[in-house]
């Protein structure tokens, strides 16, 4: 298993804003994920985030709109930028151990 | 891209019963995960399969990955109260002999069981 927490818990936020989500995992790994889960619907994923290199983004997410750091193995932080009503969602970052993929508590966002 | 149909959406039982849930793709997987989601929480790892054709238990849960690697269930025995939620299926890909790493979630079952 693993420990996985996330910061903030979760934000109401003016449209146009902001928000940076910080997660934070109990011990090193190489591969960490972001995810969106948009109300009522399954998990979506944003991008890979490995240490020391570019996240890996996937279809219909860019770098300019969920700018990802990743500064060490037990850290990284996913940024929605100049936020819509339709980032409204759960953001859910996960890491990888075993072959398997372990899910923080997630940051509910609600856009106004 | 890859699409996971997961069935039945949601599902109403009676405490006590047994429940079935399956997944199939229209492509192969390496692993085949099992999640539960309760409301206001991140997805909780119920079970994983490695291999084509594995049975595994947890407790009341059991699941399997199919022979033709498309495909997966999970059965839940003599529900009780807290095994309401969402429970998600989730496929993996191994490329090069090590994880891809990327999930394909199908669209979850949600499960009400009535005392």
């Known amino acids: 298993s693993a420990v996985i927490s996330q910061k903030p818990s979760r934000d109401i936020c003016q449209r146009g804003t902001s928000l940076t989500i910080q997660c934070q995992v109990d011990?090193?790994?190489?591969?960490m994920f972001w995810y969106r889960q948009q109300p009522g619907q399954s998990l979506t994923l944003i991008a890979t985030a490995n240490q020391g290199s570019e996240a890996t983004y996937e279809s219909g997410f860019v770098i300019d709109k969920f700018p990802i750091s990743r500064p060490n193995l037990t850290f990284s932080t996913l940024t929605v930028s100049n936020m819509s009503p339709e980032d409204s969602s759960i953001y859910l970052c996960?890491?990888?151990?075993?072959?398997?993929?372990?899910f923080g508590p997630g940051t509910r966002l609600l856009v106004l | 891209g890859q699409q996971l149909n997961q069935s039945p959406q949601s599902m109403f039982i009676q405490e006590g019963e047994d429940v079935s849930m399956n997944c199939t793709s229209s492509s192969i997987f390496n692993t085949w995960l099992w999640y539960k989601q309760d409301p206001g929480e991140g997805p909780v790892l119920l079970i994983a399969l490695y291999k084509a054709g594995e049975l595994t238990s947890n407790g009341r849960l059991t699941a399997q990955f199919g022979i033709t690697r498309k495909d997966s269930f999970l059965n839940i025995s003599a529900s009780i109260p807290s095994d309401v939620g969402i429970y998600f299926c989730a496929g993996q890909l191994i490329r090069g002999g090590t994880s891809y790493g990327k999930l394909t979630f199908g669209q979850g079952t949600i499960l009400t069981v009535h005392p």
């Open positions: 011990s090193q790994v190489t591969m």
């Open positions: 996960s890491l990888e151990r075993g072959e398997t993929q372990y």
